[in-house]
């Protein structure tokens, strides 16, 4: 399963499936069925995250980068979010952050440090 053609916005089903969350985003599934088909409803790790991306043939750069301004952002990217509270995934795509916890936005969601890796159509 390749890249989804039109990116849909969905929230977390649970608090901590972020992760599932933003490769239901991606491939175009709900987050629960990403969940299902993980068996996992908690944190993904970025191996986790890289490893069904790759498998559903969805290529991401290896390269970490820091996020330190919305312009700097490719036109889509995963984004590993230090919040006050915890580490969080979101996406950022075609200009907005479709965030799992906080919805749709033009600024990235509330954050301490973030990282991204780009997402390449």
Same mark, same amino acid.
């Given at each position: 399963?390749?890249?989804?053609?039109? /990116?849909?916005? *969905?929230?977390?089903?649970?608090? !901590?499936?972020?992760?599932?969350?933003?490769?239901?985003? !991606?491939?175009?599934?709900?987050?629960?069925?990403?969940?299902?088909?993980?068996? =996992?409803?908690?944190?993904? $790790?970025? &191996?986790?995250? +890289?490893?069904?991306?790759?498998?559903?043939?969805?290529?991401?750069? #290896?390269? &970490?980068? $820091?996020? $330190? @301004? &919305?312009?700097?952002?490719? =036109?889509?990217?995963?984004?590993? /979010?230090?919040?006050? +509270? %915890?580490?969080?995934?979101?996406?950022? %795509?075609?200009? =907005? *952050?479709? #965030?799992?916890?906080?919805?749709?936005?033009?600024? +990235?969601?509330?954050?301490? @440090?973030? *990282? +991204?890796?780009?997402?390449? @159509?």
């Amino acid at each position: 399963m390749p890249l989804a053609e039109n /990116i849909t916005h *969905f929230y977390e089903p649970t608090s !901590l499936s972020c992760g599932q969350t933003v490769l239901a985003m !991606l491939l175009g599934l709900t987050p629960q069925n990403v969940c299902e088909q993980l068996g =996992k409803y908690n944190e993904l $790790t970025l &191996k986790e995250i +890289f490893d069904v991306l790759e498998k559903n043939g969805v290529k991401v750069s #290896d390269i &970490k980068q $820091t996020a $330190t @301004k &919305k312009e700097i952002l490719p =036109k889509i990217a995963l984004l590993s /979010i230090k919040t006050p +509270f %915890c580490w969080h995934w979101s996406l950022y %795509c075609n200009g =907005k *952050f479709l #965030d799992p916890e906080y919805g749709v936005l033009n600024d +990235f969601p509330p954050y301490e @440090k973030c *990282f +991204f890796w780009e997402i390449e @159509k």
